[in-house]
């Protein structure tokens, strides 16, 4: 098997394994940025893999091809208001970020586990008929090399997520609103001196993660699974967390850390069809994110600091 | 209204939250209430079978809830505790299947091997807190998922009998389970074990309550900086308070490994111990005895939940609703105090 053969498979499937990963992990950089811990992303994605296969089922009759691309907006929608519980926890009641988060990925599969057993009657859905398939994107698979690896036997959404990721690289530091969503997370108190309403930004912060992370699971569920069941996102909200971590709370240090572990991910799949990946134990690869991450929380590949009002209440009035 | 009270009322009102909006949503979704609530009585306290199940259920719970709790008294949130139980429920069962000893030696072998194993997982949270300040909380998390991949990789090339997606079963000498517990519950899987998490919600209130160690470790919750003003040295506690954590975390999996199951088998996600810890820890107000009790309604739903599907057509993911919303409102409870102490004045006035 020569390289070329190698890197035409494993490139787009790093490229599938992380899109979820890239959509979810930006999705915490807006709320932790904005000073609110979430660790409810894994439940956000549930809510938007649920959201999205119920939704794709029920009126794939009625819009055809073009349904997952709505599903994706009907979860996007989803996870923004589920994504509410959060905010109003833990900024107007000041629960415990963290707790609350808890709470989130708990409410979320029991509730979306429910409305399955009540809508199917069995524990899980059916097939999606049309989910997102690999394409080619036109004009540039043509380029010699570069086309063949990286722009064939590809999926749409993938390049989605990383425009999306220099979208939000833009909006964090290169717009008003997003400095005032860092100036909120670093000292709420100073930016409310200038003016900044601390509470809708972080409001806001958190809806937009509940609305990056409900795009990320319609696209795991879509792309991935073709169906919902309680073992559709197994961990891959946390997998975006440990991204958004590595990445140092940069959107696009979370694109390259969410590529880096998508990469992990596919080569524990499907390293064992690949020449010398299959001498390693897959269990090296599958731990190979937590272990990064912890690494580099601890400050051996460089020192990653969390925005420093990260997980604290601000109350007006108080010093 | 006396702080005690309110102490007392919040959990009390959370619950009831809970089962209202539980209520609430069996009523939209065209189930009815009463027949699923009676049917989760039946299925928890119904016949002695479950009775022996839901102590079953409650005794690695108690442990978990103690766990996060203990964390929690020293100012750490624990949420490793899954992945201790999981490293915990693996040392048991290696323990009780690679030895052939007395049982006065091998079942106390056994056990003790659960509880390095949680304590010497939770210590890599608690080291790097003390020495880099690294989040426990991250840590703990991702500690989790290294935790299921290497039991399983463990349990896949190790201990699997040909093959296989489980280990043996252990030894009889290192076996919790006990004939005479299970015939008294009509052979439900009651086993020993409960005695054990009894005792430590007993060693947990004794340590933190009596004790000059515990007096330091509940100074450094309440106030790192006072402690180390007044001496205390706070990275030693920090790191003790977790690995306390972790040994109750190791003890909750030798429950499943040599009572429950008396083997460990490769998962395929999560548990749900550690996580439904973390819920009855914050019920109990993280107290030894709030977190016994909270253990016992946490355990009694998750029993009961499963009959609900039988009896009333209920889906048992109701339960986890309700769970994940007592859980909400516990951790809401600011809004709930404020709500009492309106009451309150109003009383006086």
């Not at chain 1, 599903?71 to 929608?77: G, K, P, Q, S, T």
């Not at chain 1, 859905?125 to 398939?133: D, Q, V």
């Amino acid at each position: 098997m020569s390289l070329m053969d190698i890197l035409t498979i494993v490139v787009p499937s790093t490229l599938l394994w992380a899109a979820p990963l890239i959509f979810t992990a930006l999705g915490g950089i807006f709320s932790e940025r904005s000073g609110v811990v979430n660790i409810g992303l894994e439940g956000l994605m549930v809510i938007g893999a649920f959201t999205s296969i119920v939704f794709n089922l029920t009126f794939f009759d009625t819009f055809g091809n073009a349904t997952p691309w709505i599903a994706i907006l009907v979860a996007m929608v989803a996870g923004a208001i589920f994504s509410l519980l959060h905010a109003v926890a833990s900024i107007t009641f000041r629960a415990d970020h963290t707790v609350s988060g808890v709470a989130i990925n708990l409410l979320a599969v029991g509730l979306t586990m429910f409305l399955v057993k009540q809508i199917y009657g069995k524990g899980e859905t059916g097939i999606i008929s049309k989910g997102f398939s690999k394409i080619d994107v036109p004009v540039l698979k043509d380029i010699p090399v570069i086309g063949e690896i990286f722009f064939q036997n590809t999926y749409w959404t993938s390049f989605v997520a990383i425009i999306v990721a220099i979208i939000a690289w833009y909006i964090v530091y290169k717009t008003p609103f997003g400095l005032r969503l860092r100036s909120v997370g670093e000292h709420p108190m100073a930016a409310d001196t200038m003016g900044i309403n601390v509470t809708k930004m972080r409001y806001l912060g958190v809806m937009l993660s509940g609305a990056l992370g409900g795009i990320g699971g319609a696209v795991y569920a879509q792309s991935i699974t073709s169906n919902f069941s309680h073992a559709t996102i197994s961990g891959q909200g946390f997998m975006a967390l440990a991204a958004m971590i590595f990445g140092k709370w940069h959107p696009l240090g979370a694109l390259g850390a969410a590529i880096f572990f998508g990469f992990a991910q596919s080569i524990s799949i499907i390293g064992s069809s690949l020449p010398f990946l299959k001498e390693i134990p897959n269990v090296y690869l599958l731990i190979a994110p937590y272990v990064l991450t912890i690494l580099a929380l601890t400050g051996f590949i460089g020192r990653a600091d969390a925005p420093k009002a990260v997980g604290t209440h601000y109350i007006k009035g108080s010093r | 209204m006396s702080k005690r009270l309110t102490g007392i009322l919040t959990p009390i009102i959370s619950v009831l939250l809970g089962i209202i909006v539980g209520t609430i949503i069996m009523l939209i979704s065209g189930y009815d209430p009463v027949a699923a609530y009676t049917a989760l009585w039946n299925g928890a306290f119904g016949e002695v079978y479950y009775v022996g199940e839901v102590i079953r259920q409650f005794t690695p719970y108690i442990l978990a809830g103690l766990a996060v709790a203990f964390a929690f008294r020293v100012g750490l949130f624990n949420i490793g505790v899954e992945g201790q139980f999981i490293v915990g429920w693996l040392a048991s069962v290696w323990v009780g299947v690679a030895f052939d000893l007395p049982k006065v030696i091998h079942l106390p072998l056994a056990i003790l091997a659960a509880i390095v194993a949680g304590a010497l997982w939770a210590f890599i949270p608690g080291f790097l807190k003390a020495r880099f300040r690294v989040h426990e909380v991250i840590v703990t998390i991702m500690l989790n998922y290294v935790a299921l991949h290497v039991t399983n990789y463990i349990i896949r090339n190790v201990l699997a009998a040909k093959s296989g997606d489980k280990t043996e079963m252990i030894h009889e000498s290192a076996s919790l389970r006990s004939e005479w517990l299970q015939s008294l519950t009509d052979y439900s899987r009651l086993h020993w074990g409960i005695i054990l998490a009894i005792a430590c919600c007993f060693i947990m209130w004794f340590l933190l309550e009596k004790t000059t160690r515990g007096f330091e470790l509940r100074a450094v919750g309440f106030n790192q900086h006072a402690a180390h003003y007044a001496g205390m040295n706070v990275n030693r506690n920090i790191i003790l308070s977790m690995v306390i954590s972790g040994a109750f975390a190791g003890l909750a999996g030798a429950m499943e490994g040599l009572g429950t199951f008396g083997y460990a088998a490769v998962k395929g996600g999560f548990t749900g111990v550690g996580f439904d810890g973390i819920a009855i820890a914050l019920l109990g107000s993280n107290t030894a005895l709030g977190v016994f009790f909270s253990a016992i309604l946490f355990g009694a739903l998750k029993v009961g939940a499963l009959n609900m599907p039988l009896e009333a057509g209920v889906p048992n993911e109701l339960v986890d609703i309700i769970i994940a919303l007592i859980v909400f409102f516990v951790a809401s409870s600011y809004i709930i105090r404020a709500f009492l102490d309106r009451i309150g004045k109003k009383g006086v006035k």
